[in-house]
């Protein structure tokens, strides 16, 4: 799906002048997790495609490239973030797998990614606006995964106590090229390997951008653009963990726990018999 050697030119372009204040949001909403997690962490990775946004917020930490083999030794780390390079993988399920067996046993795994939200207005006027000029359509943004789907799949890596979860930004642009130009910057821009290698055509463009500010401009003219950062969080099996109890197991009524009368369920209605047949 990918074309992982325009993937790295794209992101050495970025690097020229780059704008990864979306990188260095979700850095900073990852430092926050772990501060909140009663653990110190002494043994801790990064699959980043971006080293600069993690100088710093973890001390000792190992650096890694999002390659699709991932330099990890197994049982090497207590603490492996993957940081918004999922959403480029052509195997998702692999990173996964790969960062699990890298974890010492109760080792925690946070990745982050972006989800299927983003860019859904981008996506929008430019698959309307390529109909429109040329009637036909070429894939233009990275299909990203949904919080349903990727939930299962930390299960599926062997993941204990998986938990998937999110949130959505707005960021407001004056116009399309703006938008465009930040996209460069993070070097979050097509690089898949079904694309169109031929540049956008002006017409496409121009038509996307009347098309943006009909569709979804503000009051003010600014263009809404939405960004779902996806977060899956997981441990890597131990026999410390806390396990949950079999049904009908339990010690002590929810009712007094909760201070509070137990009400049996109310008994079936009467169904009449049913008359037999002719």
């Given at each position: 799906m990918t074309d992982r050697a325009a993937l790295a030119r794209f992101r050495?372009?970025?690097?020229?002048?780059?704008?990864?204040?979306?990188?260095?949001?979700?850095?900073d909403e990852v430092q926050e997790r772990?501060?909140?997690v009663n653990r110190t962490f002494t043994a801790p990775a990064v699959i980043t495609a971006f080293p600069q946004v993690w100088e710093g917020r973890l001390p000792g930490a190992v650096i890694i490239p999002d390659t699709e083999v991932l330099d990890l030794k197994p049982g090497a780390h207590d603490l492996v973030i993957h940081a918004l390079a999922l959403h480029w993988a052509d195997d998702p399920l692999g990173q996964l797998i790969?960062?699990?067996?890298a974890l010492q046993p109760?080792?925690?795994?946070?990745?982050?990614?972006f989800g299927g939200q983003s860019l859904h207005e981008l996506r929008s006027v430019l698959a309307q606006a390529e109909a429109d000029v040329t009637g036909g359509l070429s894939p233009r943004v990275v299909p990203m995964g949904?919080?349903?789907?990727l939930g299962a799949l930390l299960q599926r890596a062997g993941f204990a106590l998986p938990v998937a979860d999110g949130f959505t930004?707005?960021?407001?642009?004056?116009?399309l090229l703006h938008l465009v130009r930040d996209l460069r910057a993070m070097g979050e821009v097509n690089a898949l390997a079904g694309r169109h290698k031929a540049p956008l055509r002006r017409a496409v463009l121009a038509r996307a951008a009347a098309l943006y500010s009909e569709v979804f401009a503000d009051a003010e003219g600014r263009l809404p653009v939405t960004v779902e950062t996806l977060f899956l969080t997981g441990w890597a099996p131990s026999e410390t963990q806390q396990k949950p109890l079999r049904p009908g197991s339990a010690a002590h009524?929810?009712?007094?726990?909760?201070?509070?009368?137990?009400?049996?369920?109310e008994p079936a209605p009467f169904a009449a018999p049913r008359l037999p047949r002719d």
């Open positions: 050495a372009r970025a690097l020229r002048d780059p704008a990864l204040f979306l990188q260095a949001d979700a850095a772990l501060a909140e790969q960062s699990q067996r109760d080792g925690l795994f946070m990745g982050v990614m949904e919080i349903r789907d930004r707005t960021v407001l642009y004056r116009d009524r929810l009712a007094d726990a909760l201070g509070t009368a137990e009400t049996g369920l």
